[in-house]
């Protein structure tokens, strides 16, 4: 079993930046491909950032690409998500998510792919 809780949530104003973090325990972290994902209420859940296990591979959706950053410390281990030049349309949850396996260095982007979840942290960003 792993357990993930999130901080680092807030409200901030349109431009800003705020640094999600994920913290694990529970298994080996270094061996935990990750992601985060995000949800507005009446929405699906959708795919923001993922991370392989390694650390060595990313992906962001485009509506984030080159303001987003995802990033994971084996040595801490926490998962983050860097968000700069933040705007209104990236006001969800973020949730973090992680699973096992996918030694191969792959990407997983999707919801199902995951087996353990945050409880999710809330990002308000205001026009």
């Known amino acids: 079993q792993v357990q993930l809780v999130e901080s680092g949530g807030g409200l901030v104003q349109a431009g800003g930046s705020l640094r999600l973090s994920c913290t694990a325990s529970g298994r080996s972290f270094s061996t935990l491909a990750m992601a985060w994902f995000r949800q507005v209420p009446g929405r699906e859940r959708e795919f923001v950032s993922v991370?392989?296990?390694?650390?060595?591979?990313?992906y962001d959706t485009d509506s984030v690409k080159g303001r987003f950053t995802i990033s994971k410390d084996n040595a801490k281990n926490t998962l983050y998500l860097q968000m700069n030049g933040l705007k209104s349309e990236d006001t969800a949850v973020y949730y973090c998510?992680?699973?096992?396996?996918?030694?191969?260095?792959?990407?997983?982007?999707?919801?199902?792919?995951?087996?353990?979840w945050g409880q999710g942290t809330q990002v308000t960003v205001s026009s």
């Open positions: 991370i392989n296990w390694r650390g060595d591979a990313t």
């Open positions: 998510a992680a699973r096992t396996g996918g030694f191969s260095g792959r990407l997983f982007f999707t919801e199902r792919e995951y087996s353990y």
